[in-house]
């Protein structure tokens, strides 16, 4: 009856087997973040492919995706696993068929291996500069896949490194005596196409990338030279110029920014006024405070860069510590541990990174020795809850939704496009920062949890009721904005066992009410691999907020189910529907939300609580105070 | 929250470099250094006695620079005891505490039962003194507080510190020692030699 349950109950399982560090180099990304939502959401097979799969008919495309015959693959060359029904790509269904002018994607005639792609690529859109766009039909899009995928076959430095290669050999003096006239500059102006959808695509993480920084600058200054270019090309070197300077690559010599201001992250750091602000994207090079408790709950509050690993956390923490400069014998090494508020506790590995964004929303970080690791206990604040009313009780439906959206909308738009092709397929060519995008999961979880919690500690069964009818409401004016993320998380909290069991409470609501959340509860069911929600989302224009976990879900099936390198050669099909999906990504954000809001100073409250929630993310407490309202329900 | 109030909670303010982490340091784990990293907030924890019972002295260390005005008013509203600490060699540090203590006033109302010291420290730079001994204690006097110097590098009147701020508590009989029986001994002797070495 109440699917979405269900499948928060499988979760357990899941975290379990997730819990087991990773086989080979590759680290486990650990379970805290998405713990709610993503492990068992993302291992459950979607139920019904071939259902998912006619709906696509209007676009072949997508079950072109495994044909048997794809001059990619050989039959052979298909797992066991693949070829059953949990694999293969299909049972997507695309967001909207305009996303993408189907007629033109053509993928490559002839199979390439990764070193020579790029090559191929540059040989498409330097082709034929007579086609309206100045380069072939289809090749748009081909420019797309590849720079948005490319980091699953080649790390980005290289990719790049390749595009410098082809732009010298292309200034090599005489050309090839094969090549025609006018050979050499389409080639360089294709790789100028590419470098440019590069920078474009890539604005605003690039600060990040040093070694591919290093390159750029170096192509870049290798087509400034080329003074063959200017009278022919000049409306893309303009536009070089121009991203070049948007994108802040450090062109000059010049080491990193000296101070940067410190960005809040955790709670604790949060002054008032900040959280009212609009959310930017958090970067790896930030630098963010951090409180790391001892075992005896001491703590001492670390700056740290965000992308920091584990070693680099426990030094400054050390240094923090043996404050004295007489102590040359080396205490016993510390280990850092995430403890979460139901005292489960995981050991981050010192070459971790960027673990500050991957902590459970209760989790603290805790510095012990080997000896002391079995004695951490999560801090009394977690664990102790005193039952009342809140806020919530004082404030509309409609504000707290409108509120929600709001903040959930800078969230969304503070995700890079690449966050997500990184979060999927990181671990395996070097790693990306998915820091915005593991806050966003992390703020979907919080939701779900504010919601148990508000109804938890209200201790009066009419109130409780009046607690339930406003968060349906809240998940009905979210689903008007087209917030789906906030929706689901919100439908999610109520269907969390802890509430749903308090049947005296689900009693007293009105039927309207009853009625409005069954509604809810089937639109939210994974069933036939969420057929209900794919469908009410085709029918949405943008701006939307998609049920972000779901995404990630579709790539990570599209990861599983095919190789992205078969017999050495790259499977193109596959970055192209990762790329398919990526762009539905860009296409919700392709416009601006508005929002009418007023900013009275009730309005301004309203909004500092929706963005600061103080919530139990713990089961076990949050069981423990359902059968304390409700003792004898069932 | 049970256990938070059996916490005895004392918050440490000074301007930036005066030596508020040497101080805490030096009591909790016994070392010193030269070098100077900047805090943002610590907080150590140690057991003592209350009321012939256990507790936990909680002590927060906090950063000279205010920036974290809200987190400032937090702990001033949850401490029990405060140490104000400027550095003997700068009149300049001593002015800084002013708005501090000012704050503490007005976000606890009756400062006379809080206990309050106001240390000055790097007493052993003597040859770089710009607040005098009875500079100091006259600003106690004005605030209705108790005094001390001490030196965090020298292991000076640190320990002596922390317990005569325990003994300035009133409302309950807090005390370094865990045995409560021998404190009381302990706490004259200790007055006594804090005393001597400030005159
Ligand atoms: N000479 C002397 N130097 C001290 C003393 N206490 C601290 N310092 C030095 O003063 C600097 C700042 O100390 P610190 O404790 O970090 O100051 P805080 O900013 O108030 O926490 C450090 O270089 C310490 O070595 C002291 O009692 N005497
Ligand atoms: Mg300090």
């Known amino acids: 009856m109440k699917p979405l349950e269900k499948f928060l109950k499988k979760q357990g399982s899941h975290l379990a087997a997730r819990a087991v560090p990773g086989s080979g180099g590759q680290l486990p990304r650990r379970q805290s973040v998405s713990k709610i939502l993503l492990p068992g959401f993302l291992k459950e097979p979607p139920e019904d492919l071939t259902e998912g799969g006619t709906e696509t008919t209007g676009d072949g495309r997508w079950l072109e995706l495994r044909p048997p015959d794809s001059a990619l693959r050989s039959p052979t060359s298909f797992s066991s696993e693949e070829l059953s029904p949990g694999g293969g790509g299909g049972g997507e269904t695309q967001l909207s068929p305009e996303s993408v002018p189907t007629c033109c994607w053509v993928p490559l005639a002839e199979p390439e291996n990764p070193d020579r792609l790029v090559g191929r690529v540059l040989e498409r859109l330097g082709g034929d500069l007579t086609a309206p766009h100045g380069h072939g039909c289809g090749a748009d899009i081909l420019l797309d896949d590849i720079v948005l995928t490319h980091s699953l076959f080649l790390p980005t430095e290289q990719f790049l490194h390749q595009l410098y290669q082809h732009f010298m050999t292309a200034s090599a003096i005489p050309s090839p005596p094969c090549w025609k006239e006018d050979e050499a500059v389409h080639r360089k102006r294709a790789v100028l196409i590419i470098l440019l959808h590069f920078l474009e695509t890539f604005k605003g993480i690039l600060q990040e990338e040093e070694k591919a920084g290093k390159v750029i600058k170096d192509l870049y200054l290798l087509i400034m030279k080329d003074a063959s270019l200017y009278h022919k090309l000049e409306d893309e070197i303009l536009k070089l110029h121009q991203l070049v300077e948007t994108v802040e690559l450090k062109v000059t010599e010049e080491t990193h920014p000296s101070s940067k201001q410190v960005k809040p992250l955790f709670r604790h750091f949060r002054r008032i006024d900040s959280c009212l602000q609009t959310r930017v994207a958090f970067r790896g090079s930030d630098e963010i405070f951090c409180r790391v408790y001892m075992p005896d709950h001491s703590y001492v509050t670390i700056r740290s860069r965000l992308s920091a690993s584990v070693q680099d956390i426990l030094t400054s923490v050390t240094e923090k510590l043996q404050y004295s400069d007489e102590q040359p014998t080396r205490e016993e090494a510390l280990i850092l541990v995430a403890v979460a508020s139901s005292g489960e506790k995981s050991v981050l590995q010192p070459n971790e990174e960027c673990v500050f964004t991957t902590l459970g929303i209760n989790s603290h970080l805790f510095a012990c020795t080997k000896d002391t690791f079995p004695s951490l206990v999560p801090l009394p604040e977690e664990i102790q809850v005193s039952p009342g009313d809140t806020e919530i009780h004082r404030m509309e439906a409609e504000d707290v939704a409108n509120h929600l959206t709001a903040f959930h909308w800078e969230l969304f738009r503070c995700v890079h496009e690449l966050e997500f092709v990184d979060y999927v397929f990181h671990g395996e060519r070097g790693r990306r920062e998915t820091a915005n995008l593991e806050l966003l999961l992390q703020r979907c979880s919080e939701v779900q949890h504010w919601v148990a919690t508000e109804v938890l500690l209200c201790e009066s069964v009419g109130k409780r009721t009046h607690l339930l009818k406003k968060f349906i409401k809240v998940a009905a004016v979210c689903k008007q904005h087209q917030d789906m993320l906030t929706f689901y998380a919100v439908v999610i909290g109520l269907n969390n066992a802890p509430v749903s069991r308090l049947r005296l409470t689900w009693e007293k609501l009105p039927g309207k009410f009853k009625n409005l959340f069954r509604k809810f509860e089937n639109l939210t069911d994974p069933c036939r691999n969420h057929k209900s929600y794919r469908e009410v989302l085709t029918r949405m224009k943008p701006p939307i907020i998609p049920f972000v976990p779901l995404i990630l879900k579709d790539l990570t099936f599209l990861h599983e189910a095919s190789k992205t390198l078969v017999d050495g050669l790259v499977n193109v099909e596959k970055l192209h529907s990762v790329a398919e999906k990526v762009r539905t990504i860009r296409k919700c954000r392709s416009r601006p939300l508005c929002l009418e809001m007023e900013s009275s100073p009730q309005q301004l409250q309203t909004k500092a609580y929706v963005r600061q929630f103080q919530v139990i993310d713990n089961q076990n407490l949050l069981f423990e105070l359902s059968h304390k309202l409700e003792s004898n329900s069932q | ?199």
Not at chain 2, 20 to 47: M, W
Request: charged share 30%; glycine share 6%; hydrophobic share 30%.
């Open chain 2, 1 to 199: 929250m049970p256990e938070q109030s059996n916490d005895y909670r004392v918050v440490v303010f000074g301007a930036g470099g005066v030596g508020k982490s040497s101080l805490v340091l030096r009591f909790v784990k016994g070392t010193f250094r030269d070098s100077y990293i900047p805090t943002i907030e610590d907080t150590y924890r140690q057991v003592i006695s209350c009321d012939k019972s256990i507790c936990t002295l909680q002590i927060t260390d906090t950063t000279g620079s205010h920036q974290f005005p809200a987190m400032q008013r937090l702990s001033i509203s949850k401490g029990h005891a405060f140490i104000l600490v400027y550095s003997v060699t700068s009149r300049q540090s001593l002015e800084e505490l002013k708005p501090i203590y000012e704050q503490i006033c007005q976000i606890k109302g009756d400062t006379e039962s809080i206990p309050i010291m106001l240390v000055g420290n790097k007493n052993d730079e003597d040859h770089n003194r710009e607040v005098q001994t009875t500079d100091g204690e006259a600003m106690a006097k004005k605030w209705k507080c108790a005094f001390m110097e001490t030196s965090a590098k020298m292991n000076h009147n640190v320990k002596e510190l922390f317990q005569e701020l325990l003994n300035l508590e009133k409302r309950r009989t807090v005390s370094l020692q865990i045995d409560g029986k021998k404190s009381k001994q302990q706490k004259r002797k200790e007055k006594l030699k804090g005393k001597c070495v400030v005159m």
